[in-house]
C-alpha cells in the first residue's frame, strides 16, 4: 500500500466489479456511480488506486459517458483527486481528518443505536447476533471480519428508521473507506470489538436507548484508538 494517496498502488489481480442488478431501473451515470461508491466500501478501490474512464467503462461494459458523470460526482465529493491529467487517484484521508470523522461518527453511530433501540424489529436483532456470530469465527481474515462490521453497521443504521440519519451514515461509510486498512489487522482488536458490539447489540435487544448509544459511542473511541495506531505506524 503506498506511503500517499499520490502514488500508485502496486499492481495486483483487478477484483471483480460489476453493476448491481437491483441498479437496473437507474439512469446509467447513477448505476455507474452507486458502483463505484460500493466499490470503495468494499475495497475494490483502495486510498492511493488510480482509476482511468477506460478502464472502469471496460470492467463495467459501458462507456467512458456514464464514468466520466460518476467520476465528476466523485471529485466533488472529494472521494477521489486528480492525477495530473492521468485519470483520478482515491484519496487517503489525512491524521487530522481522520480525526474529525471519528469524531462525528461517535455522535452518529451512537444516534443509530439510540434509535435502533427503539425501533429494531426482532428479527433485525437476531440478524445484528447472527453477523456478529458470522464476524466472530472469521479470525485472522481482517478484510472477511471488515465485511461483516459494515454488514452489522449496516443492519443497526436501517434499524433505526431515520431516512436523514441514513443518508448521513452512508456518506459517513464512503469516508471511512478512505482511511485504508480495516481496524481489525491491530493486534487484539478482533475481540475488543466483538465485546463491543455485543454490549451493543444486547442494549438494543432490552430496548434500552441510553445503553445502546454509550455502547456505540464507547465502542468508536475504542475504534479510534485502533485506528491511530494504524496511522501511526
Known amino acids: ?8 498502488q502496486p499492481s495486483r489481480p483487478e477484483r471483480p466489479l460489476a453493476l448491481d442488478p437491483k441498479d437496473a431501473g437507474a439512469p446509467l451515470g447513477e448505476a455507474t456511480y452507486r458502483t463505484l461508491c460500493r466499490a470503495l466500501r468494499d475495497g475494490v478501490f483502495e486510498p492511493g488506486d488510480r482509476l482511468r474512464e477506460e478502464d472502469v467503462a471496460r470492467r463495467l461494459a459501458v462507456s467512458r459517458t456514464p464514468v466520466r458523470e ?3 460526482r466523485l471529485l466533488g465529493r472529494r472521494l477521489v483527486e486528480s492525477a495530473g491529467g492521468r485519470g483520478l487517484i482515491v484519496r487517503r ?9 471519528y469524531a462525528l461518527r461517535e ?5 443509530a443505536a439510540r434509535l435502533a433501540a427503539q425501533h429494531a424489529s426482532r428479527a433485525e436483532v437476531e440478524m445484528m447476533e447472527e453477523i456478529e456470530a458470522a464476524l466472530e469465527a472469521a479470525p485472522g481474515d481482517a478484510r472477511e471480519m471488515g465485511r461483516l462490521n459494515r454488514m452489522l453497521h449496516e443492519t443497526i443504521f436501517r434499524a433505526a428508521r431515520n431516512r436523514y440519519l441514513d443518508v448521513a451514515l452512508q456518506d459517513m461509510q464512503d469516508a471511512i473507506s478512505l482511511l485504508g486498512p480495516t481496524t ?4 487484539g482488536r478482533p475481540e475488543t470489538a466483538s465485546s463491543e458490539h455485543r454490549a451493543m447489540i444486547a442494549a438494543i435487544r432490552d430496548r434500552d436507548p441510553d445503553a445502546a448509544e454509550t455502547a456505540a459511542r464507547d ?9 491511530l495506531r494504524i496511522l501511526q505506524g
Open 184 to 187: 481489525f489487522g491491530v493486534q
Open 93 to 101: 484521508l489525512e491524521a487530522t481528518e481522520a480525526l474529525e470523522l
Open 1 to 8: 500500500m503506498p506511503d500517499d494517496a499520490g502514488s500508485p
Open 107 to 111: 455522535i452518529l453511530e451512537g444516534a
Open 70 to 72: 460518476a467520476f465528476g
Open 219 to 227: 465502542h468508536m473511541r475504542s475504534a479510534l484508538k485502533a485506528r
